[in-house]
């Protein structure tokens, strides 16, 4: 069997396609970056698509030889681009399954899709669902609908560890409707069984787990599971969620926060029947893969992890700034003559380096890569400088170099993060 997995650098579409390799599948990934999705799955043969841009003619070439193809392409807190990635894209691409002769497509989709439903990202799933489940027996056809997904790598999975992490556990009160989570192995395990079911196939799966609970219980699962003891629980207001996330900061986006007012839940026997397989307990699931040291040091450093580029771009602000508008003229020629410059080549030192300094700070907040790595040379060219004229500096009680060793942990950390996420 050959399968092509649209949106393979995904969360869902990651793990399905590193269980595909495994059992010696052939599989093709596609992305919008093909060289990205080369190095994270060896094994499967990575080729660029975007579902945002591409018409179905555009799929003709790669379909070529596929048997079955799954979409598991989405995107959650942009809601400008859901019309293309949820609904135009995915429709060109099973008009050109159909059109190719591809056996079987599976989409991805969520539970609560529907034409009326309240949020966007739900009516965005929806028009797809609804377009390849109306092409009848063309193809095969399977639309799996999940309810929240735990598992390694996945967005709600890092939210919700997070939150198990804190201090105190923090309980969304009247905004928390039920969930019923499924790990992701067991969604994947779903996939493979529908990969080879017999045809003809056309289903529509809620995919979940066995029980339903709320977001505190979930909470409370993943702070055992993280070897935590328990703690105070404080029960955040409605009007702080609610403003936290009109203002966009938070955990919790407008739409997010609606959607789990909502609730996602629904009955489990369907799976089973149509599958054959029950879903693991989100307890069960867990243990296969029992915390470690890591998972505890990542949930903790998840929230304050946005908060340390900001702190060192300051820095670098405040290192450019204060020479130029708040130090003495005077002060700051009495230094540069300590290094042999005087008069207008001072002048230009001066507005020079400062001016690197801001310009350090400007690309850590615009996030480009390697801004850490630079700070972290222009630093040390600056210690070394002040080492030589004035090494009295080391004893200093105010610590002005020995803070430079804390300056470098913060820019090896943030250039750490960057290199994760990259």
Known sequence: MHVLIVGASGFIGRHLAARLVAEGVCVTAAGRAPDHLRRCLPGAVAIRCDLAADRAEDWYERLAGVDAVVNCAGLF?????????HSDGPIALFDACRAAGVGRVIQISALGA???AASAYHRSKAAADDHLAGMGDAMGWAIVRPSLVIGHGGQSNALFTTLAALPVALDLGRV???VQPIHVDDLVEILVRLLR???PLAVRIDAVGPEAMSTAALVTILRNWLGLPDTIRVTMPR??????????????TREGM???AAGNTAPVEQLIAMTGFRPA???????RRPANGADLRTARLAPVAPALGTALALVWFAGGAIPLFVTPAATNLAWLARVGLSGGMATTALWASALADIAIGATLLLHVRGAAL?????????TLILTHIAPELWADPFGPLVKNIAVLALSLAVNALETRHG
Do not use: E, F, S
């Not at 807190?77 to 990635?85: F, P």
């Not at 009007?239 to 919790?252: E, H, K, T, Y």
């Not at 307990?281 to 243990?287: D, E, F, G």
């Open 239 to 252: 009007w702080l969620i609610a403003g936290a996330a009109r203002l966009g900061i938070g955990p919790v």
């Open 176 to 178: 928390d409707g039920l």
């Open 77 to 85: 807190g942009d809601d400008r681009g859901y019309a293309n990635v």
């Open 197 to 199: 079911a017999p045809l």
């Open 281 to 287: 307990t989100i307890a069960q699931a867990l243990a």
């Open 258 to 260: 609606a959607m789990l």
């Open 114 to 116: 529907a034409t009326a």
């Open 374 to 382: 630079a700070g972290i040379g222009l630093m040390t060219i600056y």
